[in-house]
């Protein structure tokens, strides 16, 4: 009986002994990590804080120059090639003076009336009047033209874009401008620019300028796209724009209603938006939203709703964020969020709500997060596939009441709460976390009715000092004695359980 307690004693010495050595090592290599992924994100950061490059110079060319082009790697069909927008309008230009309160009930018809007398409030003209272009092509030419003509503005037109007057393209009418125009929208004025036909920009910009309007303090200029608008909009500037809690007015919106919308395809490319509130989407099905660069946003740097196949890649976030920094909700189902970096801001930096189905979220950095990396929640089939999220002050990445997940391929490294978070599953649904690498986080992995989580593959040689936490605490020792997954587990809060391998395909 003393020979078998004193072999277990040793064997427990050794066990401990192991395991003060490994969290050693893996001590050392977070130090290694510090000075490698954490090194160059907060150069990263640094260089797009103290000056912004030119606009000309695009995301994907700033993520390379900062050594993450191999992390990024998109993957997504281009799609440019196939997409087109109406073709430019022969008709005649025609204008007249309108009510705007017939564009903003339009619009106030699918996204509220919030904001909307922020808007009239902050008019100098008591009657509420805009420039409404009812067909042909408009230009920044036509519109100073136009202004000439109903004697409303005499200047801007002289090449420095200064815009007085709120401006509305109705449907029958499309917005074309073309490299090195502006247009400068006056706040002290309550300047607007709405769109509800085909707008085609291409090296442009689109400026907030002015003091705080006396009649609305709050309102700031916005660039609203409504209706059954379609836009084409490359390697443009938009600055300042946008205010208030709605989509409508976010700044940069397409804000469609589905019954006018048209089938041209959405394309926002190489743009750089800074200071605005967000760029926002709604029912725009097929969008493609690549290489931008958004800095300094004032609400959620994208949102999109009610949207289907929108791709949402190789964007640049940085700089002050409040809140999420992509946010696919309201059923945007088969969206591809895939090779964005996203540094620094509050809440988590991807979220996924709402029956945003079939979603793929693959090769993104997420840095410095307020919040969770990235959280996914009230979806299905749905793949979160080789991320690199380190440094969130929550999870690395939350799921939560989804079915038919799979997360693999991911790097969550020194996340405070656990690096992958299950809870709120529906009963027996399996997870599948598979080939992940967890590095220093607050726990590897941790449940709260999690249910069936099922481990393969999965790195957790340097998750130190906790490998699982919630419900699979007590399951700690199993993980310890299969650090690199080379065992296929099934962990529930109630132990492990041995079953066949789910099957996690979904049905097309």
């Known amino acids: 009986m003393r020979n078998r307690f004193a072999h277990i004693v040793k064997q427990a010495t050794l066990a401990c002994i192991a395991l003060l050595a490994m969290a050693a090592s893996a001590a050392a290599v977070e130090d290694a990590v510090d000075t490698a992924w954490r090194q160059k994100l907060r150069e990263f950061k640094a260089s797009l804080s103290t000056e912004l490059p030119p606009a000309s110079v695009t995301a994907r060319q700033l993520i390379e120059q900062a050594g993450f082009a191999s992390v990024t790697r998109q993957t997504a069909l281009p799609m440019t090639a196939a997409m087109t927008v109406a073709p430019a309008m022969t008709d005649p230009v025609t204008a007249k003076l309108m009510d705007m309160r017939l564009a903003l009930a339009l619009v106030s018809q699918m996204y509220g009336a919030k904001d909307n007398y922020d808007v009239l409030y902050a008019q100098k003209n008591p009657s509420y009047q805009a420039l409404v272009f009812e067909s042909g092509e408009v230009t920044v030419d036509a519109i100073f033209k136009e202004l000439a003509a109903q004697g409303l503005q005499t200047d801007g037109g002289d090449g420095r874009g200064m815009l007085r007057v709120p401006v509305i393209i109705w449907g029958k ?42 009649g609305a303090p709050d309102f700031v200029p916005f660039f609203t796209n409504a209706g059954g608008a379609a836009i084409k909009v490359r390697n443009s500037e938009f600055v300042g724009l946008g205010f208030g809690g709605e ?32 760029i926002a989407i709604g029912m725009a099905d097929n969008a493609l939203i690549r290489n931008n660069r958004i800095h300094d946003n004032r609400g959620a740097s994208m949102i999109v709703t009610h949207s289907s196949n929108v791709h949402i890649v190789g964007n640049l976030i940085s700089g002050k964020a409040p809140t999420n920094a992509i946010r696919l909700l309201q059923g945007s189902t088969r969206a591809v969020i895939e090779g964005n970096v996203i540094l620094g801001g509050d809440r988590a930096g991807i979220a996924v709500r709402n029956d945003s189905d079939r979603v793929a979220i693959r090769n993104n950095v997420v840095w410095d997060r307020g919040g969770a990396g990235i959280s996914a929640s009230n979806f299905e089939c749905g793949v979160i596939d080789g991320n690199l999220v380190i440094d969130s002050r929550q999870k690395g990445i939350e799921v939560r009441t989804a079915r038919k997940v799979v997360v693999r391929n991911n790097t969550v490294i020194a996340n405070r709460s656990a690096g992958i978070w299950v809870t709120a599953q529906i009963k027996d649904e399996p997870t599948l976390l598979e080939n992940n690498v967890l590095i220093a986080n607050g726990s590897g992995i941790a449940s709260t009715t999690g249910e069936r989580l099922v481990l393969t593959g999965n790195d957790f040689t340097r998750q130190f000092p906790q490998f699982v936490s919630g419900d699979l605490a007590r399951l700690g020792r199993n993980v310890a004695e299969n650090l690199v997954g080379q065992t296929t587990m099934v962990l529930t809060g109630a132990g492990m359980v041995d079953i066949p391998m789910p099957d996690m395909a979904c049905p097309n």
Do not use: C, H, Q
């Not at 929208?185 to 707008?199: E, H, I, K, Q, T």
């Not at 007015?249 to 967000?278: A, C, H, Q, Y």
């Open 173 to 214: 009418a499309s917005l074309r401008m073309t490299p090195g125009e502006k247009l400068l929208l006056s706040r002290d004025d309550g300047v607007f620019l709405m769109n509800f036909g085909p707008a085609d920009l291409d090296g442009v910009e689109i400026r907030a300028v002015g003091n705080v309007n006396p």
């Open 247 to 278: 989509m409508k007015f976010s700044g940069f919106s397409l804000v469609r209603n589905p019954m006018l919308v048209r089938k041209d395809e959405v394309i926002i490319e190489n743009n750089t938006f800074i200071d605005i509130v967000s």
